[in-house]
């Protein structure tokens, strides 16, 4: 057997990759020899081995894991799905969830189901790609995208979307009833007595919904809970929802069913001088890196996203292993960030 010494590279056109037949042929041996010496596990003795790592880190051969996995049907890709790309959550999100990921050997692909996208169209990007499981990001997904991923035959794990704990794809999630609860036993704790409650664009279902448990708790409080619309979740729904509720409204607290939406209302408050937190209360609920930026500081409810992020990718790899696992809901409890939005308690 040829022994591995450094090998002098040869002359190959300017930008042409080097493959596995450039590696073959100087080494001498076959392609299928250069694919079992990459293959973890596969027949071939240490002496090939090392003379066609040695070759190929000469030549500067780099094998395609993607393709061998195409080949061999398990390329490792999963698929994080999601519509919400004007959720400024998102990027941190990605971040744990890609993260996670890749310490455990998969290959993150971001796939954007936003506009006009069918269900049906999604299954066909996902069977073109390889794509062996899905993390759903988004809970504004409708159904009938979330039945069409299951019934394809792969693992599906969604993030953010808890509604029973026997849901329809397994999930990690913080209960939405959980985060209402906290918010209005916080506001009534802080000595605000008239509570408002403001959400996304009326009739939007499919989003997270944190109102009903904190309009039932504030009923046991003996507090009317007068909910409010924003016409869409971005910063400029939370702050012109604010200046309507100001001119129609003795209310003197609001949880924002997100931060972005609370931001907005934030700004709205100060404009009209409004003293936040003496005369009014203000809640988001996210905690996104901007809340805690100094000149916001607002008080919100976290979601912890690494903590999701791993319990969604444990799942993931437990359905892997046995594919007829009884769906299940993994929940975290909902924890209020204290900052500047609220009276000291």
Not at 163 to 171: D, R, W
């Amino acid at each position: 057997m040829a022994g591995t010494a450094v090998l002098a590279r040869p002359k190959i056109a300017p930008n042409k990759p080097v493959t596995l037949k450039d590696v073959a042929e100087k080494a001498g041996v076959s392609t299928a020899a250069v694919s079992r010496s990459f293959t973890p596990g596969a027949p071939v003795s240490e002496d090939m081995r090392k003379l066609v790592l040695a070759t190929a880190d000469a030549l500067g051969y780099r094998p395609n894991r993607l393709a061998a996995g195409l080949a061999s049907g398990r390329t490792g890709l999963v698929g994080l799905v999601t519509d919400d790309f004007a959720n400024p959550a998102l990027l941190e999100l990605l971040g744990h969830f890609t993260t996670h990921l890749q310490e455990q050997g998969f290959r993150p692909i971001l796939m954007n189901l936003g506009g006009d996208v069918s269900a049906d169209k999604a299954i066909r990007m996902v069977q073109e790609y390889g794509v062996e499981a899905l993390v759903l990001l988004s809970p504004t997904l409708p159904l009938p995208f979330i039945r069409a991923f299951d019934q394809s035959g792969l693992t599906v794990v969604q993030a953010f979307d808890f509604k029973s704990h026997q849901p329809f794809v397994s999930q990690s999630a913080v209960q939405d009833a959980a985060a209402g609860r906290l918010a209005a036993n916080t506001l009534h704790e802080r000595g605000y007595r008239k509570l408002a409650y403001l959400g996304g664009p009326r009739g939007d279902k499919s989003v997270r919904d944190p109102f009903p448990g904190y309009r039932i708790t504030g009923e046991k409080l003996g507090i009317t809970v007068e909910p409010f619309d924003a016409s869409s979740w971005s910063y400029e729904g939370g702050f012109d929802a604010i200046q309507g509720l100001l001119k129609s409204s003795q209310c003197d607290a609001c949880f924002c069913a997100s931060d972005v939406l609370a931001i907005g209302a934030l700004a709205a408050l100060r404009q009209a001088g409004v003293s936040v937190p003496d005369d009014f209360g203000l809640i988001g609920l996210d905690d996104i890196a901007m809340s805690g930026w100094h000149d916001i500081g607002l008080t919100t409810i976290r979601i912890p996203r690494d903590e999701i992020a791993g319990h969604c990718i444990d799942l993931m790899q437990e359905l892997r292993s046995e594919p007829d696992r009884a769906r299940e809901s993994r929940l975290i409890k909902p924890e209020l960030i204290e900052r500047t939005t609220l009276r000291a308690g």
